[in-house]
């Protein structure tokens, strides 16, 4: 069995494809929130119009249960990189007069650019 994951957007969310040979059908889940929303669809204008009625489904719900929709992105996130790693940064950010914030945002811009070249 093969599968290829692929990205679709409808009103700032994500929502991945996935195809199944066996069962010969599209289907995908709502990616970087975690409450689980799921579709899926024959046909690459189903599974996409099926994306899109489970987003309107979801904020729908969240609306009439009076509770804030998830975002995909809050534009932070922490992570771990360990006790060595952390000191390096740090001690490197100070050096260039900068935050360790600002640091770490310009190493993923750098490599995010690295990448697309």
């Known amino acids: 069995m093969s599968?290829?994951?692929n990205l679709m957007k409808y009103k700032d969310y994500y929502g991945s494809i996935e195809f199944d040979e066996e069962s010969m059908i599209f289907y995908g889940k709502v990616q970087f929130i975690r409450s689980l929303v799921s579709y899926e669809g024959e046909t690459a204008k189903e599974i996409l119009n099926a994306f899109h009625e489970a987003i309107d489904d979801y904020l729908a719900t969240c609306k009439?249960?009076?509770?804030?929709?998830?975002?995909?992105?809050?534009g932070s996130f922490n992570i771990r990189i360990g006790?060595?790693?952390h000191e390096e940064?740090?001690?490197?950010?100070?050096?260039?007069?900068?935050?360790?914030?600002?640091?770490?945002?310009?190493?993923?811009m750098h490599e995010l650019n690295a990448k697309s070249l």
């Open 64 to 74: 009439q249960n009076d509770v804030e929709p998830e975002k995909s992105f809050k």
């Open 89 to 108: 940064v740090a001690i490197k950010a100070n050096q260039m007069g900068t935050s360790v914030n600002d640091f770490v945002k310009a190493a993923i």
């Open 3 to 5: 599968t290829r994951q």
């Open 83 to 85: 006790t060595k790693l």
